[in-house]
């Protein structure tokens, strides 16, 4: 049973343009939400988060929206550069520690 | 300052097989954690540490998997015997604190496991 689900596996955007990954969950205990960002043969680093309490954290040229009724955050990026090329994950918190999502690989195209 | 270390890096062994895999933390770090990440998955958490004491291994099974982190500071995941479904990336990570946030994790570049 995935609680955390991201749907789409890759996402291809051009340069400069918005890219906007997509999670949802299914547990109402999930209380923090935050997006790791991975290249490959490393491993995943903090990118941003959101309390559930708030429903838009900004930093720089990431945002996360959180839409508790539909249990749904996206995650969006501009402009899109070369260097966002990576998988993405989104992850929960409940009292039982961290749940991942399966990652969006986003490919960022010149 | 120095991040995460994992060694070894990539590993190759047949099934049935031990194996063993070491962290080193970010030093002052008081809490460590273990994640197994299957090719297609995300992370999922096998044990955490605090100091030198479990926190939670609910997720690790322990009728193969073992993990000690004597004196608080480097950790080592056993495993044996292996199986085929372990082959994966194993992450280590650390926080200062108690990590409750999961912001200022800090992930190693993992060890991958083949099993043959």
């Known amino acids: 049973d995935q609680q955390v689900k991201q749907n789409s596996p890759s996402l291809s955007v051009q340069e400069g343009r918005i890219s906007i990954l997509n999670c949802d969950y299914t547990?109402?205990?999930?209380?923090?939400f935050l997006w790791y960002k991975k290249y490959p043969a490393e491993g995943p680093t903090f990118l941003i988060s959101?309390?559930?309490?708030?429903d838009k954290n900004e930093d720089g040229r990431f945002t996360v929206f959180l839409n508790k009724s539909a249990k749904h955050l996206s995650l969006h990026i501009v402009p899109s550069q070369p260097g966002d090329s990576a998988v993405y994950f989104c992850?929960?918190?409940?009292?039982?520690?961290?749940?991942f999502g399966k990652g969006t690989h986003l490919i960022i195209q010149p | 300052e120095a991040g995460v270390a994992q060694s070894p890096r990539y590993k190759i062994i047949e099934k049935r097989q031990s194996v063993a895999f070491w962290c080193n933390p970010i030093?002052?770090?008081?809490?460590l954690y273990w994640y197994q990440q299957i090719l297609g998955q995300g992370p999922k958490l096998l044990i955490q540490?605090?100091?030198?004491?479990?926190?939670?291994d609910s997720q690790l099974p322990k009728d193969r998997f073992s993990a000690e982190r004597l004196k608080g500071v480097d950790s080592t995941l056993k495993i044996q015997p292996a199986k085929l479904e372990d082959s994966a990336v194993y992450l280590c990570?650390?926080?200062?604190?108690?990590?409750?946030?999961?912001?200022?994790?800090?992930f190693g570049s993992g060890t991958q496991l083949s099993v043959l």
């Open positions: 992850a929960a918190r409940s009292p039982f520690g961290l749940t």
């Open positions: 547990n109402s205990m999930f209380d923090y």
């Open positions: 959101i309390s559930s309490i708030k």
């Open positions: 030093s002052g770090h008081a809490t």
């Open positions: 540490f605090q100091n030198n004491g479990v926190v939670d």
């Open positions: 990570a650390s926080v200062n604190g108690t990590g409750l946030l999961y912001e200022k994790l800090f």
